[in-house]
């Protein structure tokens, strides 16, 4: 009880918290118990997503126990953000990182030892180095705390070895207590972080579920990305998005298509080939946006605590659900409703593909499953929300076309045709919102899938016999046949009242409106020859 006052005390008088939320409490509350136990190197291990006061689980039990508090970031930004943090709430802290002079090193471990403060926060590389190795271990060391732990096992095998390398550091030093924490971890990471980081106990684990509530998920098909990422984006609501790419080309060109169609909007691409001057000018400057849109590849993110980023769109399929939620969790750290969407093209085939092409499986659900997570209510997905439209952005409007005017148009003409503003026919302006481009691209895509063919001679473009086959068994296009398309108005059957009596047989052409009494019955029946209004 006493010590369930002195943490309510703390987080109101230093942090101005006025009440933790329920997983804060339990994890500082574990910390400081596991402080009271008489086992050096006890390690625990915290998941808690991203928005969730993650900080303060490490923050307030620093002033609480009696050694050193050593935070290891894996990135500058990190630890510039958390020196300010501490900072700002009157705490103390040495921030040990590379590029320091050896004056200012050893005022820095003077402070230390004279106690002036308690916390230091490093990075993995220092913390190898000899001379910080020598001076930490003259300490006692209360809580030695891993942020994004993740890395240590995802990075630490690729570039940055130091992180795998902390294993036998930590061993050596007289820490108490080890705390790993992280947005995130599959069964992969958890494994990794006990054979790397808790080599002398195993952790306990407080896991938080990794669901973000107010993130919904959704997937776009599309024949064109760069289009559907135009009308994605185009409502300010949408703002400030984060395009995440595969490619460092990518960025470049999906970042210039989207200017192409939106000069007015700001955006920017973000990659790690920039230099660091340019990536921390373009950081500070999607900071400050309010309507931005930044075209990154996944070398950009957790430096980066901007809390109100409304949209987070995946051009291409990501690797694997963890980085996916890790990445898709970059939206909506104020709490605020925010979205998270896939784009795909159908060329996507193995991977998270799978799992994002299904209709009927919840997207929340089948990517908390593979962290081995259940969720028993999703909050927002287009498959909950039956919203999922199974048909690329596009397909419809360009097959239509062919299949009722084969041989017809070359693909830059039909692009010119449905992407025109002006009306020549009836399939004019079907894709008014999209560029000629965009139109071509479509195509493009839909010549390599086989499904459209041209001609050798003059490019003419016609249906492939499965393509059409698959086309005359939608409804729409025996009603367009037949009645004209929705946009001539008058040649639809749309009005007719559902249950009208036949019309007298007297009348003839597209305004016979027979109305059927079943819709099967009007797929039977309706079986006409084309006659395409000219
Ligand atoms: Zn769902």
């Known amino acids: 009880?006493?010590?369930?006052?002195?943490?309510?005390?703390l987080a109101k008088e230093v942090f101005s918290i006025q009440t933790l939320?329920?997983?804060q409490h339990v994890v500082i509350q574990r910390i400081l118990e596991l402080d009271q136990q008489s086992a050096d190197h006890s390690g625990l291990l915290v998941t808690l997503p991203t928005g969730s006061g993650k900080s303060l689980c490490f923050m307030l039990p620093s002033l609480l126990v009696e050694g050193l508090t050593v935070i290891v970031y894996p990135l500058l930004s990190l630890m510039n953000d958390q020196v300010r943090r501490f900072t700002s709430k009157g705490i103390g802290c040495v921030a040990i990182q590379g590029g320091q002079t050896q004056e200012l090193r050893k005022r820095l471990f003077d402070d230390l030892a004279l106690q002036k403060c308690k916390v230091v926060i490093t990075n993995a590389e220092c913390l190898?180095?000899?001379?910080v190795i020598a001076e930490l271990a003259r300490h006692r060391i209360s809580l030695l705390v891993i942020d994004e732990a993740h890395t240590i096992v995802r990075w630490g095998e690729g570039f940055r070895p130091a992180l795998a390398a902390l294993g036998p550091v930590l061993a050596y030093l007289p820490i108490k207590q080890i705390l790993c924490f992280t947005a995130t971890a599959d069964d992969g990471v958890v494994e990794g972080l006990n054979h790397l980081i808790f080599t002398k106990h195993k952790p306990h684990v407080v896991r938080a579920s990794s669901d973000r509530p107010n993130i919904s998920y959704h997937v776009f098909r599309t024949l064109c990305k760069d289009h559907t990422l135009s009308t994605l984006l185009e409502h300010s609501l949408s703002r400030p998005a984060i395009v995440?790419?595969?490619?460092?080309?990518?960025?470049?060109?999906a970042c210039n298509a989207f200017l192409?169609?939106?000069?007015?909007?700001?955006?920017?691409?973000y990659h790690a080939g920039l230099d660091a001057n340019q990536r921390k000018a373009l950081e500070a400057w999607f900071e400050n946006q309010k309507e931005g849109v930044l075209f990154s590849t996944n070398a950009f993110g957790m430096g980066v605590d901007k809390s109100n980023i409304r949209t987070v769109i995946h051009r291409e399929v990501p690797g694997d659900a963890l980085s996916y939620l890790q990445e898709s969790g970059r939206a909506g750290r104020d709490g605020n409703q925010s979205r998270a969407v896939i784009l795909l093209d159908g060329t996507e085939k193995d991977g998270l593909a799978t799992l994002f092409s299904s209709t009927t499986a919840c997207h929340r659900q089948s990517l908390l499953a593979e962290l081995g997570e259940e969720l028993e209510f999703c909050n927002g997905c287009d498959?909950?929300?039956?919203s999922v439209y199974t048909e690329r952005e596009g397909e419809a409007a360009l097959l239509r076309c062919i299949a009722v005017h084969p041989l017809h148009y070359s693909p830059s003409s039909l692009s010119a045709l449905l992407s025109y503003k002006k009306a020549y026919n009836s399939f004019s302006r079907t894709l008014s919102g999209w560029t000629q481009k965009e139109v071509r691209s479509a195509l493009h895509l839909l010549l390599a899938e086989g499904k459209v063919g041209t001609t050798?001679?003059?490019?003419?473009?016609f249906l492939r016999y499965e393509a059409y086959g698959r086309l005359l068994t939608s409804l729409q296009l025996y009603r367009m046949l037949k009645y004209g398309t929705k946009r001539t108005g008058k040649h639809t059957n749309k009005n007719v009242p559902y249950a009208s009596p036949p019309v007298p047989s007297g009348e003839?052409?597209?305004?016979?409106a027979y109305t059927p009494s079943t819709e099967t019955g009007f797929l039977m029946e309706e079986i006409v020859p084309v006659a395409h209004p000219r």
């Not at 050798?456 to 473009?461: M, S, T, V, Y």
């Open 1 to 9: 009880m006493q010590l369930d006052d002195t943490i309510h005390t």
């Open 21 to 23: 939320r329920p997983f």
């Open 128 to 131: 190898g180095q000899a001379s």
């Open 244 to 253: 995440f790419c595969n490619t460092r080309e990518g960025t470049h060109f």
């Open 260 to 269: 192409r169609s939106h000069p007015g909007i700001p955006c920017r691409y």
């Open 383 to 386: 498959v909950c929300r039956h």
């Open 456 to 461: 050798k001679r003059h490019r003419r473009l």
């Open 508 to 512: 003839t052409g597209a305004t016979q």
